[in-house]
DNA sequence: GCATATTTGTCCGTATGTATA
DNA sequence: CTATACATACGGACAAATATG
């Protein structure tokens, strides 16, 4: 068996590093990234920050304006509701289409248990981290190597956004045993249920990111 | 009116010049892109070149592969499944959810006209272009970026596709009439309809090209 | 299996154009 | 309007990985 080994090139990794910057809310959005600058802090030349940015910016973390460079990615009421909508499409239907007894199943029970143990001790974060597994774990179910990576992509802006909004708690406490009943619902073979519960689980969500950004606009 | 400026940025430009070599079959499915050779070629530094390699492995045109460089995709029947999954998920779900007044409808009416054209003139490289921009106006209907982003991808993973497997009109000419049946239904307000033939289109090109794909494998 | 040639990965210097204080 | 900072793009360099004879 082939390990795959740490992805040692070094654009790949930088991209890693600062895509964790971003989703920790390390950089704050709207912020401009320097090339020289975050070049030199970094250790790495130009050209492969340059490079890094071509990755991170079709993954939408950053935002490209010509001759102005990059920065990092502010999200907006638009691109919250169509990362609600795609997830209802893609999470729903690999539902819907899911046999009880894929692979993916093990990954959902174990990265629920992960939110759990997390959720006890109130680390929101890791909690995010957790339920991000499980949700890309239900994609999985279908099989599908680009909806996979584009859910992985939305889950990345997403979880920016959650960090802008800043309110950790309210996005993820009440979703972790919503989780566990969707599994459970799975597991029993009742699709359509679980389907259904997906659908609700992602619209009070929706609503209340779209709520909590309607609140931060109103203060500023 | 702002008009958008042609993207004077050299690798967005360039991507686009290889994009449409991949696309047309100038660059076989396989074969190496050295960076030096190409850089020389196309008038650009390697480093540009190198950002170009970025933007279009992400899009799955070209394939990389650490400390070998890239080479042009070659696509596999795995590949092709899952974008016909894709099609029937993302386009079905756009008509049943369209309106008849969007402003796709229009395009969708303006490239059905221009596929007839070139249609006619047994042209099908054309064909397949507006055939494309058909389907992709047909996503747009859903007002969906993302999904707009994903499907143009896709679609040019698919034409790629098309060119390797090296009938166009089998996978052309039987389609034309179709959209225009899937236009009248939607311009009906007959949307459940309309999808229900738009799955049953997509059903049989996948099972097209799929063959076509057997017969290829079997010949050598 | 070894030595050599080629190619990628990465860095640096620099000229030019573009935006902003 | 000028000056400054920055992005864009080029070319050269060299080490490390890979392919070739």
Chains 1, 2 share one sequence.
């Not at 790949?12 to 030199?40: D, F, N, V, Y």
């Not at 909508?85 to 690999?94: F, G, Q, T, V, Y």
């Not at 046999?99 to 959720?119: C, D, G, I, N």
């Not at 890791?126 to 996979?148: C, P, Q, Y």
């Amino acid at each position: 068996m082939k390990k795959d080994a740490p992805p040692q090139l070094l654009n790949e990794k930088m991209a890693e590093t600062i895509r964790q910057k971003i989703i920790a809310g390390e950089l704050t959005p709207g912020i401009r990234l320097s090339e020289t600058s975050l070049s030199e802090q970094l250790n790495i030349s130009r050209n492969t920050l340059r490079e890094v940015f071509r990755l991170l910016t079709q993954e939408r973390l950053l935002h490209y304006e010509p001759n102005r460079g990059v920065c990092v990615a502010v999200p907006d009421m638009a691109a919250i509701r169509d990362i609600y909508r795609i997830r209802r499409l893609i999470e729903c239907d690999a539902l819907i289409h899911a046999y009880p007894f894929h692979p993916s199943v093990t990954q959902m029970e174990k990265t629920l248990e992960e939110a759990r143990e997390y959720s006890h001790a109130r680390d929101w974060r890791n909690v995010g981290t957790a339920n991000m597994k499980f949700h890309i774990a239900i994609v999985e179910l279908a099989d599908s190597e680009r909806l996979t990576r584009l859910y992985c992509n939305i889950s990345a802006e997403l979880r920016l956004a959650f960090s802008y909004l800043n309110d950790l708690e309210l996005f993820y406490a009440p979703y972790v045993e919503k989780n566990a009943h969707i599994l459970t619902l799975l597991k029993e073979g009742q699709n359509e249920k679980a389907a259904k519960a997906m659908a609700e689980y992602i619209e009070l969500s929706e609503r209340t990111v779209l709520a909590a950004w309607a609140r931060q606009k109103q203060s500023t």
